[in-house]
């Protein structure tokens, strides 16, 4: 391909490899980059390539270099968000619900509070829990619910639910 031949080339397809480029990214500014890129690699291999072939030739090369940007536009856009969650850490939703759980447990009557914990905490049966806490087996069952619910009102009003 001679000057001649390239510069004909420019004029005839500029247009064309700028829609396309436009069509391929969106973006005004990245296609006429595309379209600078195409123009600049059709003339550095203007001795391979025939005048015949420009138009597929500039078409290819600005679809290449605009996906490009595309690939490393993502990359830079997932090492960003990588960066940003390094930066701000993910609360501990276990200390937080630990801490709320204690909360709530304050809340109870000591009653309650006793009951439930050998019964959650210490694995006891409400046989047992009645004999370590002079109660019958029933009223154990009653005080445990009465936890529970209680509990569960609690947590909800500071936000965990788990209903959701």
């Given at each position: 391909?001679?000057?001649?031949?390239?510069?004909?080339?420019?004029?005839?397809?500029?247009?064309?490899?700028?829609?396309?480029?436009?069509?391929?990214c969106?973006?005004?500014?990245?296609?006429?980059?595309?379209?600078?890129?195409?123009?600049?690699?059709?003339?550095?291999?203007?001795?391979?390539?025939?005048?015949?072939k420009?138009?597929?030739?500039?078409?290819?090369?600005?679809?290449?270099?605009?996906?490009?940007?595309?690939?490393?536009?993502?990359?830079?856009?997932?090492?960003?968000?990588?960066?940003?969650?390094?930066?701000?850490?993910?609360?501990?939703?276990?200390?937080?619900?630990?801490?709320?759980?204690?909360?709530?447990?304050?809340?109870?009557?000591?009653?309650?509070?006793?009951?439930?914990?050998?019964?959650?905490?210490?694995?006891?049966?409400?046989?047992?829990?009645?004999?370590?806490?002079?109660?019958?087996?029933?009223?154990?069952?009653?005080?445990?619910?009465?936890?529970?619910?209680?509990m569960?009102k609690?947590?909800?009003?500071l936000?965990?639910?788990?209903?959701?």
């Amino acid at each position: 391909m001679t000057r001649k031949e390239y510069n004909d080339t420019v004029k005839l397809w500029a247009d064309d490899v700028y829609r396309f480029s436009v069509h391929c990214c969106s973006d005004s500014e990245m296609a006429k980059d595309g379209v600078q890129e195409a123009f600049a690699a059709l003339w550095e291999q203007r001795e391979r390539v025939s005048v015949e072939k420009g138009k597929p030739f500039l078409l290819t090369v600005a679809h290449n270099w605009v996906m490009s940007q595309h690939r490393h536009q993502r990359v830079h856009e997932e090492n960003a968000e990588a960066l940003r969650g390094e930066e701000v850490a993910e609360p501990d939703v276990a200390f937080d619900l630990r801490e709320a759980l204690q909360k709530a447990a304050a809340k109870l009557p000591e009653i309650q509070r006793s009951a439930l914990m050998l019964k959650d905490v210490e694995g006891f049966s409400c046989r047992e829990i009645g004999e370590i806490l002079h109660l019958t087996e029933s009223q154990v069952t009653v005080y445990l619910f009465r936890a529970r619910v209680s509990m569960r009102k609690t947590l909800i009003a500071l936000g965990y639910d788990n209903n959701k």
